[in-house]
């Protein structure tokens, strides 16, 4: 099995869902990738470069998932914030993998 074909993590799922949204620039990189970028490694895996990611599980009550984003400038703060958060929601919906319920945060680092 390739990387392409092996299946995608829960952190990886999430990633890419906000990737995909609107007014996000990127998400917030972080210490291993700032550090590749400085000595000009580049990123050491493909993907959704999911460091803007975390995922736990909060036992039976489901999923507890942080995301930290850097936003395109001229969109607003909240609208972005909340359409990552659905965006969230949906992926985990689309991928069958929610187990329970999911408290999404979304934090706002930074504006390009």
């Known amino acids: 099995m390739t990387d392409q074909q092996a299946p995608r993590t829960l952190a990886d799922t999430v990633g890419a869902a906000v990737l995909a949204t609107?007014?996000?620039?990127?998400?917030?990189?972080?210490?291993?990738?700032?550090?590749?970028?400085?000595?000009?490694?580049?990123?050491?895996?493909?993907?959704?470069?999911?460091?803007?990611?975390?995922?736990?599980?909060?036992?039976?009550?489901?999923?507890?998932?942080?995301?930290?984003?850097?936003l395109n400038r001229g969109h607003r703060a909240l609208d972005v914030t909340r359409a990552v958060r659905a965006a969230v929601l949906d992926a985990l919906l689309t991928e069958a993998r929610e187990n329970g319920s999911a408290q999404v945060k979304v934090t706002v680092t930074g504006v390009v």
């Open 22 to 70: 609107r007014g996000v620039a990127f998400l917030r990189p972080g210490l291993a990738e700032l550090l590749r970028s400085s000595v000009g490694l580049g990123a050491a895996r493909g993907g959704a470069g999911v460091s803007g990611v975390r995922v736990r599980r909060q036992g039976t009550k489901g999923l507890d998932i942080e995301v930290h984003v850097v």
